[in-house]
């Protein structure tokens, strides 16, 4: 095998695109084919399944002032890695056309195929003293302010506000991967959400939210599929014990909650374990609620330690939102958003998760160096495989293109308008919950309940 020969293999393997196959696999293409309608339009033949993916998930990646201009660096990376298949659409007007074509239930089964991949590849990784902590969030993107999004969106956060999409995240939060999400209109309930999104929690999973997801609903349906949860409280819950308790030492122990509309429909009261972790400056303490009522297998430690670990859904936001600009969605219609958003969400997966596979087997640690570092590097990749893969003629064709892209600007039809940034209000912390001595007639309905269970 000749120098020549070598470098290249190294370089491939080293490929950041060859990378990413193990967790889009063959297997997971066929799932994602079958989502798919068979029927096939003569103007959809230029873009099949996978490079409508691919250049999806470039467009997320490369830079870019305008929408033109990363097409045209994404197509030329997927045709500098793919010079024996058949060469995609040339234009982004055909591309935006069959994405609109293709089905939500295809981008659906490619990320449900990577999360499964990622639960074969990292295994025993994911687990943290006998959990797979799993923190979940919502947080809204903006979108432009077209006819149809305004129409089809609403306001959420104003009269004057932007129209936008409410995402529901769920992160992994010992390797910052994310796991799944779930979109919906920007007036859209995160408790909502994660109802929907409890199936795609693996076994032993203990899901950490914040004082937003407090709901007598929420915590059956999570004890029902045999998951664990840590969820701060405020005021607005209300728990019961058997014997009167000091709240200033209280540290933890287990209580009920049952709100009222429960007890009217003769629902059986959840017990629940309550804790404590007092803030170091004495001003604002954090009330967890659990359903694992052994301490051993959930100290108070661990549970100040996963609850920490939450913000790193506001990492996630973060990265997604600045790192990959996606602080403002740039599709104008409903069609389109949906699916920019999905292919940003699977390109930030596929990132995440090939940086803490990195990381996991010890080699160059792109986790340590950062979401933004190793975007870079993915960033730098896509510069030299263009230089290095595409033809004289095909690097050519490339700039000019991408001169076009660049010049090309948007005819200006009406007057510009500065609007107001929505307000917002300063964040305060949640009240503790309160607690409640039960009643001798809620404790002769509790005995009724548990003897007729």
Not at 184 to 191: A, D, L, P, R
Not at 259 to 273: I, M, S, T
């Amino acid at each position: 095998m000749s120098a020549t020969t070598q470098r290249l293999g190294r370089l491939r393997q080293r490929s950041f695109l060859v990378s990413i196959r193990q967790f889009l696999t063959p297997q997971v293409w066929k799932q994602a084919q079958q989502a798919r309608p068979c029927k096939k339009s003569k103007s959809a033949d230029r873009w099949s399944l996978q490079p409508l993916v691919y250049v999806l998930l470039a467009m997320t990646w490369c830079t870019g002032d305008s929408e033109p201009e990363r097409f045209e660096t994404a197509r030329a990376f997927y045709v500098a890695h793919y010079q024996r298949q058949r060469r995609p659409g040339k234009t982004i007007q055909g591309f935006q056309k069959a994405l609109a074509r293709l089905p939500m239930p295809v981008l659906r089964a490619l990320a449900a195929g990577v999360r499964r991949q990622i639960s074969q590849l990292f295994g025993e990784g994911l687990l943290y003293r006998g959990f797979i902590p799993i923190g979940c969030d919502g947080s809204r993107l903006e979108c432009p302010r077209s006819a149809e999004l305004e129409k089809r969106l609403g306001q959420a956060a104003g009269k004057d506000s932007a129209p936008s999409l409410w995402l529901t995240a769920m992160v992994h939060l010992s390797t910052g991967i994310l796991w799944s999400w779930r979109l919906g209109k920007g007036t859209g309930s995160e408790e909502t959400h994660l109802l929907q999104l409890l199936a795609t929690l693996p076994p032993l999973a203990l899901l950490v939210c914040d004082a937003g997801f407090v709901g007598y609903v929420l915590f059956a349906a999570i004890g029902k599929a045999k998951r664990s949860f840590l969820i701060r409280l405020c005021s607005r819950a209300y728990l019961y014990t058997l014997e009167k308790v000091e709240i200033a030492q209280f540290q933890e122990g287990e209580v009920f909650y049952w709100p009222e509309w429960a007890r009217e429909k003769k629902l059986p009261p959840l017990q629940v374990r309550l804790i404590r972790i007092r803030d170091k400056q004495g001003k604002h303490d954090v009330w967890l609620l659990t359903n694992v009522l052994d301490r051993n297998q959930l100290s108070r430690g661990m549970a100040a330690q996963f609850y920490r670990w939450r913000w790193r859904n506001e990492g996630l936001f973060r990265t997604y939102k600045r790192t990959l600009n996606k602080v403002k969605l740039f599709s104008r219609t409903i069609v389109q958003v949906h699916r920019e958003a999905e292919g940003s969400l699977l390109a930030l997966q596929l990132l995440l998760a090939e940086g803490a596979r990195a990381h996991l087997r010890g080699k160059d640690t792109l986790v340590t160096l950062g979401n933004r570092q190793l975007l870079l590097r993915v960033r730098a990749e896509i510069t030299v495989a263009i230089g290095a893969r595409l033809g004289p003629r095909q690097r050519l064709q490339y700039l000019h293109a991408l001169t076009q892209a660049r010049s090309r600007c948007r005819q200006q039809r009406s007057s510009k308008v500065r609007r107001p940034w929505p307000g917002r209000k300063e964040h305060k912390p949640p009240k503790p919950p309160v607690i409640r001595l039960m009643p001798d007639e809620l404790k002769a309905l509790l005995n009724k309940i548990l003897n007729a269970a």
